[in-house]
């Protein structure tokens, strides 16, 4: 594909979302027993690890980030697969998803980017995870249990949410004193890398600088800081110079930017994992003055012809959908959603689409024919991010991997 430049020094991430070669015709779809199914494709997956890898300076890994199910694509799965291949750097939310990774037989370090209860220190020595130290006082808290630990130390450079204050100098260097913690790592995190503007730039250099400054006060003390990393997708992007031990992709791993327009300083071909589908279970003719769905919300002023499909938002699909101009693609054609999504189904006018039949295959996300629909389209229909709209997908939906 070609790169198209947007403006001085930016580029576009290309996509791609074919999960087959060209001329080639794989159904991926599971028996007509499933309702809903997300296809994940692990050649894209190891694609976008090895075009990210290619960005970052000689010696930095990627830390696969597989929280909330792996954005929605598998968690298990996915660090296997990345596993097998090679990456023995993880990072997850909670504990909750370290244990169901060493459960799976995942090797290598898993950290834990949010807060554990200190009465779980046991558990997260028992499965070998590695906890973020949120603080000192938390730092104090699992030291006074008496468990060899292993954490990273994160630090505050002005995103204000966990982290030692980057300007506490003492709190800092006091994290490395501990008995009982092991201090692997340190990071911190970067709250406006996704942007390129003057006042985006100046507060990531500022939030860089901090941190900078923070590891060099660590090693002039004559400490070893650990692993150090701070970039995640978007630093990746546009700050591939910043030379540090780890790199954090989470969104750009599945081939996705949060925002599909944002422009990033780097070239990257990125290619979508995912695809999310679904079956026609019914069809049938509506009249003229009839309504469709709850609240009778949609009533047609001619008569057309509707598909029922088996997915709804308890799956996943946004109910704001109903009313943002949701589409999905049938037989290589878009159609509309029409009345309320419900948490089981949803409806759609194929009055159009020639010869839909019962057992159909709907595409919400991914490509039919000459047509495809992004997550990054859902997203901007529901003015969130995808982010959002591929983590939120639901535990009915079954996940099949294509290689």
């Known amino acids: 594909m070609r790169a198209h430049r947007l403006r001085a020094e930016t580029f576009p991430v290309r996509w791609g979302y074919s999960l087959t070669s060209p001329g080639e015709k794989r159904e991926a779809r599971p028996s007509l027993s499933h309702r809903a199914w997300a296809e994940i494709s692990l050649d894209h997956l190891r694609h976008n690890s090895a075009e990210l890898q290619r960005l970052l300076p000689s010696g930095c890994r990627l830390m696969a980030v597989v929280k909330a199910n792996a954005y929605g694509h598998g968690i298990t799965e996915i660090a ?28 290598g370090e898993i950290l834990i980017l949010g807060y554990t209860d200190p009465e779980r220190a ?19 808290a699992l030291e006074a249990l008496g468990i060899d630990l292993e954490v990273h130390v994160k630090i505050d450079t002005g995103m204000n949410r966990l982290g030692v204050p980057h300007q506490d100098k ?51 003390a004559g400490i070893d800081p650990g692993l150090v990393h701070l970039q995640s997708s978007y630093g990746m992007l546009n700050y591939p110079e910043l030379c540090y031990d780890r790199a954090r992709p989470g969104i750009a791993l599945y081939g996705l930017l949060s925002q599909e327009g944002d422009a990033v300083r780097c070239q990257a071909e990125l290619r979508p994992v995912l695809a999310l589908k679904a079956t026609v279970t019914q069809v049938k003719e509506v009249q003229a003055g009839q309504p469709v769905g709850y609240g009778r919300r949609f009533v047609p002023e001619r008569d057309i012809r509707i598909a029922t499909v088996s997915i709804g938002y308890a799956d996943g699909v946004p109910r704001m959908l109903s009313d943002g101009g949701g589409q999905v693609l049938i037989r290589g054609q878009r159609a509309s959603i029409i009345g309320n999504i419900c948490m089981d189904q949803l409806t759609v006018d194929v009055t159009g689409v020639d010869d839909v039949m019962l057992g159909d295959t709907v595409t919400l996300i991914g490509q039919d024919g000459d047509e495809q629909i992004t997550a990054g389209e859902i997203a901007a229909r529901c003015h969130t991010v995808t982010n959002e709209i591929v983590s939120r997908i639901g535990s009915r939906v079954q996940r099949i991997y294509v290689e």
């Open 80 to 107: 296997g697969h990345l596993n097998r291949s090679g990456m023995d750097s993880f990072a997850v939310a909670e504990i909750g998803e370290g244990i169901l990774l060493r459960e799976q037989g995942i090797q």
């Open 122 to 140: 046991a558990d997260l020595a028992r499965y070998h995870l590695t906890q973020t130290m949120v603080s000192l006082e938390y730092g104090q």
């Open 170 to 220: 003492e709190s800092i260097l006091r994290c490395y004193d501990f008995v009982n913690l092991r201090v692997t790592g340190i990071f911190s995190h970067l709250s406006m890398s996704d942007g390129l503007g003057p006042e985006e730039t100046e507060f990531t250099r500022r939030q860089i600088a901090h941190f900078d400054g923070v590891v060099t006060q660590i090693k002039e």
